[in-house]
């Protein structure tokens, strides 16, 4: 079984990777199981579940939440969840039945043991992370006794073949498979020139927030003020 986990796409401000474009990748290249997860919205895998026509592809609906200990990512959601209190988001993903991984561990402003008890797998590689921070996270996931996944961290659609996890056998239930079943990280060579271009990406969009913001508020603002008079002949 051939999955890719921990794909993005524009509705994370630093993405530009269309659902329909991640989802024919998958199809493309004999991809069983695509987990779409965009930065605090479920938008992005639900699009990708409403296209998917293929019978052998299974879309995994999920998330990656900012809270203040970092990124936590959350699988098989059903109701999109609050960013915030990392307790918080945790409790609301177990509530759903949902899996918790710890993504890029290296970025974690705080790791804890009270934080990877609740934790269900560590992403052991991130196509985004330097070879140093992809070491710290499988020897964080090694002391745990957490089962590792890899993660592209895809904004574009050129970070789609950066990297597959292969599941050697599977369970009915695919969160068995997940977290219990044997598996391949199949690792290529990753650019960090998207992550350069990511943070332009987001920038730009906060900035056309602005504008529009702005905008909006000089419109309202003029209501209220009085009108010019004539000066007359």
């Known amino acids: 079984m051939k999955a890719l986990f921990h794909i993005h796409t524009r509705y994370s401000p630093d993405a530009l990777l ?18 779409v997860t965009d930065h605090d919205t479920l938008a992005g895998a639900r699009e990708a579940e409403k296209l998917n026509k293929s019978s052998r592809l299974s879309i995994i609906t999920g998330a990656e939440y900012s809270t203040e200990k970092g990124h936590i990512i959350g699988l098989f959601l059903k109701d999109d969840i609050l960013p915030g209190n ?24 705080e790791v804890d043991d009270e934080l990877m008890r609740h934790v269900d797998i560590v992403e052991g590689h991130n196509c985004r992370v330097d070879s140093a921070g992809n070491r710290f996270a499988m020897e964080l996931a090694r002391a745990y006794d957490k089962p590792v ?46 992550k350069q271009i990511s943070g332009f990406i987001h920038s730009y969009r906060q900035y056309g927030l602005y504008i529009a913001f702005m905008r909006e508020f000089m419109e309202k603002i003029t209501k209220f003020l009085p009108k010019p008079t004539g000066s007359g002949k």
């Open 18 to 35: 269309s659902p329909a474009k991640a989802l024919k990748y998958a199809q493309d290249n004999g991809f069983d199981v695509l987990a």
């Open 86 to 109: 990392s307790v918080d988001v945790i409790s609301a993903i177990k509530s759903q039945g949902g899996l918790v991984v710890l993504p890029h561990p290296v970025r974690l402003k």
């Open 149 to 194: 996944l890899l993660g592209n961290d895809a904004h574009f659609a050129g970070e789609l073949k950066l990297g597959a996890v292969e599941f050697h056998n599977r369970y009915d239930d695919p969160r068995k498979t997940i977290l219990k079943a044997q598996r391949t990280l199949h690792v290529k060579s990753s650019s960090h020139h998207y």
